[in-house]
């Protein structure tokens, strides 16, 4: 299944499912209207994706690419809870149109007594995988948001990605 955000045209909302509905895929609706089918698909033992590099208006606000940002902790909350890896993986450009999708080694979440402390510690991690893959090859990476807001409501002078 894929957590996915709701395009704000619904025809085109309809038609991205559609197609993507066609190739197998469950698509998961961001937020608390996709959850039930989220923790269906988790205590099936099937295989979830979410995209996380993403401006959010919720989430804890962790580093990424050195910039406190608002991160979802859906994927820590899942895999604390549900004892489920964390795969990260990436598609990276080849020449013109050729992709290669690149899976990383799975990782557990570190539990401790303090779940705040595990969602906030992999997260952190999951930031810091991405973040790392944007400064190696920056040319491939593309954000139709503003991940960090508007330029004139940034009065960070020293951030530098």
Do not use: C
Request: charged share 25%.
């Amino acid at each position: 299944g894929v957590v996915y955000r709701k395009i704000n045209n619904r025809f085109i909302d309809q038609y991205v499912r559609n197609k993507r509905s066609f190739l197998g895929v469950k698509m998961i609706r961001k937020g608390p209207s996709g959850a039930k089918d989220l923790i269906k698909l988790v205590k099936n033992n099937q295989n979830i994706m979410m995209l996380i590099d993403q401006k959010m208006n919720e989430g804890i606000n962790i580093p990424f690419m050195g910039k406190a940002s608002n991160t979802p902790e859906a994927p820590a909350l899942i895999a604390r809870q549900y004892n489920y890896a964390i795969v990260p993986m990436k598609i990276i450009r080849k020449d013109g149109a050729n992709f290669i999708i690149e899976f990383l080694k799975p990782f557990y979440i570190e539990k401790t007594e303090d779940k705040n402390y595990d969602i906030k510690n992999t997260m952190e991690k999951v930031n810091m995988i991405i973040s790392s893959w944007i400064r190696s090859k920056p040319e491939d990476w593309f954000w139709m948001h503003q991940r960090w807001g508007k330029p004139h409501e940034m009065n960070d002078n020293n951030f530098h990605p």
